[in-house]
């Protein structure tokens, strides 16, 4: 009776031990860092700095009703947007914060572990959301990106900056916008298309954009 007691004990206490290693793995960072390019679907408050009175933002009541303390982000989303979910699934609290919301000491901090540069209302064209006066495209959010990197080259060296980045996730959500716009910025496009199937053909890999038939424009 004494031995079942013990292995009854001893198999409850390992099965404790493995929820509890189970537990300490899920707040374990899964990589050093993660960062963040896109539109509205990931942009968690970059918005919220342009300047320009029709510049698309999301930090007023009823966004961030779910969001903790019902906070307005500038999040275009109820609560954590998708940026926030895969960064909760990698072992973050949430997204990496927006770029423009840091300078200084609090920016040489986080770079080393992540940034925000989506911008609601962007897509790949530089053209793309200029219907709501100012947007950070593509383009710049790479730029912003080129920025950093520089400048952790300089603070960390050329080795300790890549081997970072080769390690880190990189979070591209676009696409939408632009589909939207097509009939504001398109050009001629079967030329452009032709020229980056040649080009990037093995490396390109479509999934899909968000659903936009619940938008009021389109309807």
């Known amino acids: 009776m004494a031995n079942q007691t013990t292995a009854y004990f001893l198999a409850a206490l390992c099965l404790l031990l493995l929820v509890a290693k189970d537990a300490e793995a899920r707040h374990q960072r899964l ?7 896109g539109d509205s679907t990931v942009d968690v408050g970059n918005n919220n700095r342009l300047r320009s009175s029709r510049a698309a933002k999301a930090n ?20 954590f947007n998708t940026a926030d979910l895969l960064a909760q699934f990698l072992g ?4 990496p914060p927006a770029y423009l919301s840091l300078s200084g000491r609090t920016l040489r901090s986080q770079m080393y572990k992540g940034l925000n540069f989506a911008s609601g209302g962007s897509g790949l064209g530089d ?3 200029r219907l709501f006066g100012e947007v950070i495209p593509m383009s710049l959010q790479l730029d912003y990106f080129a920025s950093v990197v520089e400048h952790m080259t300089k603070l960390s060296g050329s080795r300790k900056t890549a081997s ?31 020229g980056l199937v040649v080009t990037y053909k093995r490396y390109i890999t479509v999934r899909s954009s968000k659903p936009y038939g619940n938008l009021h424009g389109v309807r």
């Not at 973050?92 to 997204?95: A, D």
């Not at 591209?172 to 030329?191: A, K, M, P, W």
């Open 31 to 37: 990589v050093p860092a993660m960062f963040v390019f």
């Open 127 to 129: 053209n793309t959301g």
């Open 164 to 194: 970072l980045l080769c390690e880190s996730v990189f979070f591209i959500s676009t696409g939408s916008n632009d589909i939207f716009e097509y009939s504001v910025t398109r050009g001629d496009d079967s030329e452009f298309l032709r």
């Open 60 to 79: 007023f009541p009823h966004y961030g009703i779910d969001f903790p303390r019902s906070t307005p982000t500038g999040r275009f989303s109820n609560g």
């Open 92 to 95: 973050f609290p949430m997204s």
